[in-house]
């Protein structure tokens, strides 16, 4: 985390994203540091729908279950029964990774609903 893949000597000159029909992006705050305790990104577009998730694991990672379902009925409902696994998921004392395991769903949801305004 906070490291880049660069090698020594290389350097970033651009970086560029297409612009998405839809995205939107949903957060669960930590309660001490407001980082986000999971954190999920979605995107449709002319390549695909994406989800990403953060905060609930070692690091961002793509929900493909949800992509999947996502790529053919955009909506909230399409997502509802998508179950994310608890390993690996991070754990402490501000949840279990079986709740960030359910909290990556709910914040899903709310950022596909977010997506379609």
């Not at 930590?30 to 994406?50: D, H």
């Not at 790529?71 to 079986?98: K, R, Y």
């Amino acid at each position: 985390m906070f490291e880049t893949a660069l090698d020594e000597g290389e350097i970033i000159t651009s970086v560029s994203f297409p612009i998405p029909e839809k995205a939107a992006y949903a957060k669960f705050p930590n309660p001490a540091s407001r980082y986000a305790m999971v954190g999920v990104f979605v995107a449709k577009g002319g390549g695909g729908t994406r989800v990403a998730v953060t905060g609930a694991g070692s690091g961002v990672f793509r929900q493909s279950d949800m992509e999947a379902a996502l790529a053919s009925d955009f909506s909230s409902g399409a997502i509802a029964n998508v179950a994310q696994s608890a390993a690996d998921l991070n754990a402490d004392i501000h949840g279990s990774a079986e709740y960030r395991a359910h909290l990556v769903g709910v914040m899903a949801r709310r950022a596909v609903d977010a997506a379609n305004g």
